[in-house]
């Protein structure tokens, strides 16, 4: 993979984090040495990113969509969720030691064999619903940051796996303009990955196994990687068009 296009890649992707103010350039920059030394395995890649960007709210937009489609989490989904948790489902998220150490906080007695519903029903007895709240607060929060740490590891794994897609479809297109083979193998094929089918009207299962010059594939086919954030569509060279 080229130098050329591993920052082309890598930039193309980071642009669209947000807030944009707030992605520290400096730092990514300094990450990409790096980021690139695990081409071949995406998830460590995806942990620099990841350990880059650790401390600061960032989010990427393209997430959402692909999320919801996907089955995972977003952190708008997450913020959703977590606020519309009642004061006792929280608690029961927590461990049986942070349970414990909360009634210690607040001077309630337990026996140290009180199961997790138990403490649950001690902190929460007599309480009135602002009350409630009030004592749940903090573990509301750490819940909260938590799902969005694991929700950011995950979105900077697909950050990675796009980065290197972008770049190895770059690759891939130089390879396939070389003179040589385009005078054996003057057509290029599409491969639909089988991923789920995307909204945009250039799907790429509509060109599953089309076969064209190079300039009309560059115009007709969807640019690869598609929009879809797993997108492994490819391209190979062909000796016929379909
Ligand atoms: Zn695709």
């Not at 890649?9 to 730092?27: C, G, N, Q, T």
């Not at 919801?68 to 461990?95: C, F, H, N, Q, W």
Request: net charge positive.
């Amino acid at each position: 993979m080229s130098d050329e296009h591993r920052q082309m890649a890598y930039w193309s992707v980071v642009k669209d984090l947000e807030p944009a103010a707030d992605i520290p350039l400096a730092r990514l920059r300094a990450a990409m040495p790096e980021f690139f030394r695990f081409s071949g395995e995406p998830k460590r890649a995806g942990s620099v990113l990841f350990d880059c960007l650790a401390g600061i709210p960032w989010d990427w937009p393209a997430w959402e969509t692909f999320a919801k489609k996907a089955g995972y989490d977003s952190l708008r989904t997450i913020s959703l969720a977590i606020a519309r948790m009642r004061p006792a489902e929280v608690l029961k998220a927590r461990s049986l030691t942070q349970l414990r150490d909360l009634c210690t906080e607040r001077s309630i007695t337990h026996l140290s064999r009180a199961t997790k519903q138990a403490l649950i029903d001690a902190l929460m007895k007599g309480a009135s619903a602002d009350v409630a709240a009030a004592i749940v607060f903090p573990f509301r929060q750490a819940l909260h940051e938590e799902a969005n740490e694991k929700c950011r590891a995950e979105m900077a794994r697909h950050l990675a796996y796009r980065i290197l897609s972008v770049a190895y479809n770059r690759e891939r297109l130089d390879q396939l303009r070389d003179p040589e083979l385009l005078s054996m193998m003057p057509f290029w094929k599409f491969h639909w990955c089988g991923h789920t089918d995307i909204d945009a009207p250039k799907s790429c299962r509509r060109f599953d196994g089309k076969r064209l010059e190079p300039q009309a594939a560059i115009t007709t086919f969807p640019e690869l990687p598609c929009s879809y954030l797993r997108c492994v569509c490819r391209l190979s060279a062909d000796t016929a068009r379909s």
